[in-house]
């Protein structure tokens, strides 16, 4: 059974680096054809993916936030990093990270993990 | 950037009611479409895949349909936890989510 749970600072300051873990069983990220990505909602507002890293360790971003993503992987911890520099306040919102055979649709999410950008 | 565009915004029918929710591309996505159902603090959970295929444990009532630009998901009698919000997504170039379409009961 796969599971993905996100983890990270529920609040940072505009301009701070947002850095968050997804931790994942039941898949391996070295396994041809499996992704990990991330999505995020702001409240009350429509899902936007961000980006997405392949098993072969390819990486996908967002174009309109590329400049300001990292996307990362520790196979042996079972982890991926989404790393987000130059926070601002329409940031905030709830950041998933999801499961992808074949990088068309997600098909497990984690639960999510709500990020407010505030001083 | 492929737009998708959910129609309607909202969807007011009465449990055991058909409903019939459109998403609609800015270019062809052929059957890389995808359709999420999320309820209110929950994450979203994959309904079908490829257009038309029912995830694992999906019940029989939800089915879509379409290709290219023009795609539907259909809930041919509503249950009472099927009111939510919807959401399609495509993966032609980048993948993309449509605006959401809620289920809401009348």
């Known amino acids: 059974q796969i599971a993905l749970k996100e983890s990270g600072p529920t609040l940072v300051k505009p301009t701070q680096t947002l850095t968050l873990t997804c931790t994942f069983s039941g898949l391996s990220l070295s396994t041809s054809g499996v992704a990990v990505g991330w999505i995020r909602q702001p409240p009350g507002k429509a899902l936007e993916w961000l980006a997405l890293i392949y098993w072969d360790d390819d990486k996908r971003y967002s174009p309109s936030l590329k400049s300001r993503l990292t996307i990362t992987r520790d196979t042996s911890k079972n982890q991926v990093v989404l790393i987000m520099t130059n926070m601002d306040p329409v940031d905030t919102g709830t950041y998933y990270c999801?499961?992808?055979?074949?990088?068309?649709?997600?098909?497990?999410w984690g639960q999510g993990t709500l990020v407010t950008v505030s001083s | 950037e492929i737009v998708l565009t959910q129609s309607p915004a909202t969807l007011s029918l009465s449990p055991g009611g058909r409903a019939t929710l459109s998403c609609r591309a800015s270019q062809s996505v052929s059957t890389y479409l995808a359709w999420y159902q999320q309820k209110p603090g929950q994450a979203p959970r994959l309904l079908i895949y490829?257009?038309?295929n029912r995830a694992t444990g999906i019940p029989a009532r939800f089915s879509g349909s379409g290709s290219g630009t023009d795609f539907t998901l259909t809930i041919s009698s509503l249950e009472p936890e099927d009111f939510a919000v919807y959401y399609c997504q495509q993966r032609s170039d980048w993948w993309t989510f449509g605006q959401g379409t809620k289920v809401e009961i009348k």
């Open positions: 999801a499961h992808s055979v074949g990088a068309t649709h997600f098909d497990n």
């Open positions: 490829g257009a038309s």
